[in-house]
């Protein structure tokens, strides 16, 4: 478990617009992360990257506002290092 505990010393956003699967990942990840920052949609995740510069990114593709993957595009205009995870619980094979 070693492993687990050094994730304490990372951040991470979460964006995610489905209020119960945001509510019962981030009981998880608050008990792994040093900080876990919410986002509704993609301008909420972007404004908290800008002010937090999180470690980790897990983000939903389909978020109102600005989805998933423009959130990522607009992100790699100036950031290349930062971790991101894409979650879905769409089955569209096309957009996978």
């Known amino acids: 478990m070693k492993s687990l505990a050094n994730l304490k010393k990372y951040t991470i956003l979460y964006a995610e617009d489905e209020k119960g699967i945001q509510e019962e990942i981030y009981e998880i990840l608050e008990l792994l992360f040093k900080k876990v920052y919410l986002a509704n949609n993609g301008i909420e995740a972007r404004e908290l990257y800008i002010k937090n510069k999180p470690n980790l990114i897990i983000t939903d593709i389909k978020m109102p506002k600005l989805n998933g ?26 957009l996978i």
Do not use: P, Q
């Open 69 to 94: 993957l423009e959130f990522i595009k607009e992100l790699r205009k100036n950031d290349d290092k930062t971790h991101i995870a894409i979650t879905t619980a769409f089955t569209d094979t096309e």
